[in-house]
């Protein structure tokens, strides 16, 4: 390693460490081709009248041991699908991540609900049950959590202070399938599950989600299939179109189902692949002088959707830009953070303005506010925070090279 240190950078004009093409693959092949020609052989493609979604939805429910979930058209649509089922309606609070895509707080929006946002750990970057309570007011009405980038939230304390607090508790696993906490899967253990089959999730329908009902009872089950559907209520013995409340058309094609149906049985795959590169990332780099990887929660395994890893900018001289701009030099992508600020330095929140020209539903609640130092913990992990992408069709090789070069830079950068 000390023959490293004196390594010369690419950026300084040394030779690059990854000069080969990172491994590539084909994510769809003759099997989606084979659902899709089936799909269009039935004439229809309603998600009621077809076989394709119901069947996508049962190997779904099969794959994760629940009773019952729905099909929507993204996760978005999920995420306001779990809302609208739990309940939750203007004037209501809800609890959530600031680290997230804006699809977590959509749903709440347009339910006229308030996001409220609660800090998050410094090592796994998920919510810290402690800033979750502290932010409770008689308003909540849920908590959205978020499992990041793979890694579970600590479900444990989390679900303890929804049930204290008689809150609905709504997962975001649009970045974490077969994440698992305690031997249980993630999505299956709050109220509702929320996935995302957009085309850069660990399986794509082109766009597509799903919410799991964990309840498993027929009632909920109801509601929550109707607010993915205009509210129709399909499985009574008429449909029921006499409409009582508001509710969208999230649903999900035969065409999507079609293609799901193929793709989750890549997924175990996809899964152990991404588990197994994101462990030996945190293997080599823990240990390295400045870095510090994200810890997997405890009782968790995590599914890597991307690897995010921390500096610590008191050890090491430059700064997170500039050590990008090494890396990347070295011929590995990467980013600082993960997005750039908080979900709330956007200036919908910022502004407090969600609908052009009125400040509803924020002026429910006066006294939340959204701003730089809401969540000190957040705003730190996006400052001082390195993203480095994972592909489960990267190759043992790739990931080597991942790690010399980042060890490569941090070296030039120690003391
Ligand atoms: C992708 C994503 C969403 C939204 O999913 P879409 O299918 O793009 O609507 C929501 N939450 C998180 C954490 C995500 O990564």
Not at 30 to 57: I, P, S, W
Not at 97 to 119: C, E, K, R
Not at 142 to 164: E, F, K, Q, T, W
Not at 377 to 406: H, N, Q
Request: charged share 20%.
């Amino acid at each position: 390693m000390s023959e490293t240190k004196r390594e010369k950078l690419a950026i300084d004009g040394g030779t690059p460490v990854k000069t080969t093409p990172f491994g590539t693959g084909k994510r769809f092949g003759e099997e989606e081709l084979e659902q899709l020609r089936e799909a269009l052989d039935q004439n229809t493609l309603f998600y009621h009248f077809g076989g394709k979604v119901r069947q996508f939805l049962g190997d779904f429910n099969a794959m994760y041991g629940v009773k019952r979930s729905v099909a929507t058209s993204s996760g978005t649509a999920a995420i306001h699908v779990a809302l609208g089922a739990a309940g939750v309606t203007a004037g209501d609070e809800v609890i959530t991540s600031p680290i997230t895509d804006q699809g977590t707080v959509i749903g709440i929006l347009y339910q006229n609900a308030i996001p409220v946002f609660a800090d998050v750990l410094p090592d796994t970057y998920n919510l810290d049950p402690a800033s979750v309570e502290a932010k409770i007011t008689p308003r909540t009405k849920a908590i959205v959590v978020v499992h990041l980038a793979g890694n579970p939230c600590d479900m444990d304390a989390l679900m303890s202070i929804a049930r204290r607090h008689n809150l609905k508790l709504i997962e975001d696993c649009a970045q974490s399938y077969l994440t698992t906490y305690k031997g249980r899967l993630i999505g299956t253990i709050g109220d509702y599950g929320c996935f995302s089959t957009n085309d850069f999730k660990h399986i794509s329908t082109g766009d597509g989600g799903i919410v799991t009902v964990n309840s498993g009872n027929d009632e909920d089950y109801a509601v929550t299939h109707a607010f993915a559907d205009k509210n129709y209520q399909r499985f009574t013995n008429a449909v029921q179109r006499e409409i009582h409340h508001l509710a969208p058309n999230y649903r999900m094609t035969e065409l999507q189902g079609a293609v799901g149906i193929a793709q989750l049985r890549k997924l175990p795959w996809i899964c152990a692949k991404r588990t197994e590169y994101g462990n030996r990332l945190t293997e080599a780099l823990a240990g390295l002088p400045g870095l510090v990887p994200p810890k997997v929660t405890e009782g968790g395994t995590s599914t890597y959707w991307f690897y995010l890893f921390r500096l610590e900018p008191s050890r090491l001289s430059g700064t997170v830009d500039e050590f990008c701009a090494a890396l990347q030099a070295e011929g590995i992508p990467c980013s600082r953070g993960y997005i750039p600020q908080p979900i709330y330095m956007q200036s919908m929140l910022r502004n407090r303005e969600a609908y052009p020209g009125t400040h509803y539903p924020f002026e429910l609640s006066p006294e939340i506010a959204y701003g730089e130092g809401l969540c000190p913990v957040a705003e730190e992990v996006l400052r001082t925070s390195v993203r480095l992408t994972i592909s489960e069709f990267y190759t043992g090789d790739d990931i080597e090279a991942m790690i010399e070069a980042v060890r490569k830079v941090a070296a030039s950068r120690i003391g």
